[in-house]
């Protein structure tokens, strides 16, 4: 019996010893691009246009773990720390840092880094950074301090459990104190797998190998390689035929995923949510939509299974202001969004207590509020701007597309000028904080449509501080709920795309709830 | 002929101060500015942020000011910085020019090879099962978009040889370029190619009807030297025009091409440059398309003098 147990041991180490064998060194990772990226400066942008190609040239505090399909608080691994520690009732977050780790320009990386960083995010320091559109993320920093080269103490006002989420996702790369930020926009320096080589604008981003990364015998890849094919049509072909061997993040739409598939059978593929979600804005302090009635009308018009199906042939997801499950951690079950009004399968139901709701403020078919839709006029808002006035006709709500440029949108936005508009947005990390302060807090810059409600901010900040997962998530949900029958931000759907790639591509890791993430490449390799 | 060209010159300048004046006003009439399209694509706007970022650029300066420093730095070979890239203008157009020219007289080339020659064998052959088709591969590819066009010549390549004639990097070679340019600027090219074969095809029927062809053939000449020498030279000037006129578009409207092939060049740089409301780059790209499309008049307008003489005498 221990001779066999031996063996056995034996063999395992074996495959495992083949299995590291297998991954060869070397070749050039061709992947599309969807467009050309704002800036390289990933801390300045909220684009995974910027976010994947340039994620492989740095390294965070601590990552979600790339081995792991979803991101979770739970999946936390380190990164350029190498563990960290709570103190002072959960107050104080202190990182031990690797040693020895240096910047592609060869400068050795320390404490002080991390601490320029945060003070630059937190805007303790001004003018480093040209934008900065996470800076509510970490409203619950204090101060940053160090001890020595390889210790970085994080005081926070509260506890905050989801601030480990913040630090391992996508968009949080430590960067160095010594570069100023706008050759971080054009050349970064990071500390990752990748050196950044070149950026031609609408045309190719190129990283090298770091031979002198501080994870020995990584990353496998000589170098990568992304191509800007804007069109989507050329970019299929350009997969079917071979001439890449990754689609860029989600760029595929379910049919366009389906496609490929079937013209290339040994296609990999995996749908993935993207991150963003098609709401409803209606500005409060504009009359009539001042009148809460006038707004749970409109909601109860929503079918939001008729956006997912027409849109993408029922594959976006139906949930509240969080990732829907399975993807998603923090959303509604099946069982509870039944409870949500305006969620229940019987639509026409809704939309008969909308009437009700319409007639008894002196509305009806003869009389329709008449109004305009606003939205950004690029395909996916359009589209489901149109679907929405669809249906509010079904509540004697008659509407006018008002599409307006890209350039302008947010601009109206935040200016409150406008009625009613169809917003797509996107959130970067799978947490409820990120969620509600981002976008319901009363003084929050994205709170487009004016809501606040004191006492539920006292429970965004409740659930915040919450160690118990699944306490948490109970009230998360309830928070969630809240929002919906106020008519915050009516969710209307949940998007979901495809990334496709090769079968020669090895260690590829789709997070399941995530774009913004696993996409450093330092276990990636080819085999050819 | 020299008073002639200075004339022409002189136009030249008076219309490039023209386009200059009307696309700095037009680019600022358009709604939102690169700090507005910045923080779109950072999805919020913080105010102080952003007015900062329009008193960096020199956005706060009033118009005229802004026009001068354009202006004048043009005429000193200083292109300014893109508003995105953080580069000089220069370094980014420079590269982009060779790839479209490259593209445009190729598509050229392809046009004017095949148009002229069908469009003369179409008009000598009139009325013939020959002149019949070549009509109605000229009507159909007038009629074909470029963008639909384009991918089903992409897909047949996919489909048919498993490879696709896409730009994914700078050729290394002339042979390479020619190689990786030929389908998408036969492509673009077949549009212009039936444009010219149908009206070469109309001019020579026009000109094959005149008393002098009528008293070259009676002369004895071969039909050969009736047709080239005498009835197509006559028969350019119309052809040249257009040429012209579709030397001008093929500089800048390549949209479309280039797009659907991937090809990284002046015309999709400038789309991009607009919807970033790149002010310097989209300034500089319209001033190099205008100076393309002058000087491609001017030459035309010589070419008239040389094709025929009459017009030489008059001048």
């Known amino acids: 019996m221990k001779r066999s147990g031996f063996l056995l041991a034996v063999v395992c180490l074996l495959g495992l010893g083949h299995a590291a064998l297998a991954q060869k060194q070397g070749s050039t990772l061709r992947v599309t691009h969807r467009d050309n990226p704002p800036s390289a400066s990933i801390l300045e942008e909220a684009t995974i246009s910027t976010d994947m190609p340039f994620m492989a040239v740095f390294n965070n505090l601590v990552v979600f773990d790339p081995a792991s399909p979803v991101n979770r608080l739970d999946k936390v691994v380190p990164d350029l720390a190498t563990s960290w ?75 905050q459990p989801s601030i480990m989420a913040m630090f391992a996702g996508g968009f949080s790369p430590v960067y160095p104190c010594h570069v100023p930020a706008n050759e971080m926009r054009t050349h970064p320096i990071g500390t990752g797998p990748f050196k950044f080589e070149s950026f031609k604008q609408n045309e190719s981003i190129r990283l090298v190998r770091n031979p002198d990364y501080w994870k020995p015998g990584k990353p496998y890849l000589d170098a990568i390689e992304y191509t800007i094919i804007p069109n989507r049509s050329t970019m299929v072909l350009a997969m079917a035929a071979g001439k ?75 949930g509240g202001a969080n990732m829907p499950p399975p993807e998603g951690f923090w959303g509604w079950s099946k069982e509870y969004m039944e409870t949500v009004p305006g969620y229940g399968a019987d639509v026409e139901k809704s939309r008969e207590q909308g009437r009700a709701i319409m007639k008894s403020l002196g509305y009806g078919p003869d ?111 309830d928070i969630d709920k809240t929002l919906q029958e106020d008519g915050a931000r009516p969710v209307v759907f949940h998007a979901q795309a495809g990334t496709c790639w090769w079968p020669r591509v090895h260690g590829i890791n789709i997070a399941r709830n995530t774009i913004y993430n696993h996409w450093r490449f330092e276990d990636v390799w080819l085999d050819q | 002929m020299i008073q002639y060209t200075l004339r022409r010159l002189g136009l030249m ?157 700078a050729p290394a070679t002339w042979g390479a370029a020619i190689l990786m340019y030929c389908v998408p600027a036969a492509s673009v090219g077949l549009r212009s190619s039936a444009l010219i074969m149908r009206l070469t095809r109309s001019s020579m ?74 002010y310097p780059m989209v300034q500089n790209l319209v001033m190099f398309i205008a100076i393309v499309v002058v000087s491609v008049n001017l030459i035309v307008d010589l070419a008239y003098m040389l094709v025929d003489p009459r017009i030489r005498l008059r001048t």
Not at chain 1, 119 to 142: A, C, E, S, Y
Not at chain 1, 289 to 303: C, E, G, P, T, W
Not at chain 2, 127 to 149: E, G, I, K, Q, T
Request: aromatic share 10%; charged share 20%; glycine share 6%.
């Open chain 2, 13 to 169: 300048a008076i219309t490039l101060f023209g386009v200059s004046v009307a696309i700095f006003v037009l680019l600022r009439i358009v709604p939102g500015n690169i700090a507005d399209i910045l923080f779109d694509s950072a999805g919020m706007i913080d105010p102080a942020e952003k007015q900062q970022i329009v008193k960096d650029l020199g956005l706060d300066l009033p118009l005229i000011t802004q026009y001068t420093h354009w202006i004048g730095g043009l005429l000193h070979g200083d292109l300014g910085y893109s508003y995105v890239s953080e580069k000089p203008v220069l370094d980014e157009i420079l590269p982009r020019i060779p790839i479209t020219a490259r593209l445009a007289g190729l598509a050229l080339m392809f046009a004017i090879c095949t148009g002229v020659p069908f469009g003369v064998i179409s008009a000598v052959r009139q009325n013939s099962w020959l002149d019949y088709a070549l009509r109605v591969v000229s009507l159909a590819a007038l009629s074909m978009p470029s963008f639909w066009l384009g991918l089903l010549v992409l897909m047949a390549f996919v489909d048919w040889l498993g490879l696709l004639p896409i730009y994914d990097k």
């Open chain 1, 85 to 159: 520690a709570w103190s002072d009732n959960d107050r104080t977050l202190t990182f031990k840092l690797h040693q020895g780790v240096k910047w592609h320009d060869g400068k050795p990386f320390t404490s002080a880094d991390v601490k320029c960083t945060w003070d630059m995010l937190t805007g303790k320091v001004q003018g480093k950074l040209r934008k900065n559109p996470r800076k509510t993320w970490w409203f619950n920093i204090k101060d940053v301090a160090t001890d020595g080269d390889d210790t970085v103490i994080f005081h926070l006002y509260d506890p």
């Open chain 1, 367 to 477: 009389h329709m509020l008449q109004l305009k839709v606003t939205t950004r006029n690029i395909p996916d808002y359009r589209d489901a701007a149109v679907i929405l006035i669809d249906h509010l006709k079904s509540v004697y709500i008659q509407a006018e597309l008002e599409p307006l440029d890209s350039s302008v949108w947010y601009a109206r936005l935040i200016r409150k000028d406008f009625s009613v508009a169809m917003n797509i947005q996107g959130t970067g990390i799978d947490d409820p904080d990120v969620q509600f302060f981002e976008n319901f807090l009363c003084d929050s810059q994205r709170n487009y449509t004016s809501y606040c409600n004191a006492d539920l901010e006292k429970e965004f900040h409740r659930q915040s501080q919450m160690k118990d997962i699944d306490a948490r998530r109970k009230l998360v949900w």
């Open chain 2, 205 to 278: 029927l026009e000109v094959l009807r005149q008393d002098y062809v009528r008293t070259a053939r009676s002369k004895g000449l071969s039909e050969a030297a009736v047709t080239f020498t005498h009835a197509l030279r006559n028969a350019m000037l119309p052809v040249i025009t257009v040429i012209g006129i579709e030397t001008a578009f093929l500089f800048g409207g390549l949209i479309v091409t280039e797009t659907v092939f991937n090809i990284p060049g002046i015309a999709r740089f400038l789309v991009v440059a607009i919807s970033w409301r790149d």
């Open chain 1, 244 to 318: 890449f061997d990754l689609s860029f993040t989600a760029d595929l739409t379910p049919e366009l995923t389906k496609s490929l598939m079937e013209q290339v059978p040994t296609m990999q593929c995996v749908m993935q949510p993207t991150g963003t979600q098609g709401n409803l804005l209606v500005n409060r302090e504009r009359p009539p939509f001042d009148n809460a009635q006038i707004r749970k009308a409109m909601v109860l018009s929503i079918d939001r299974k008729a956006f997912s199906d027409i849109l993408s042939q029922g594959v976006f997801q139906v």
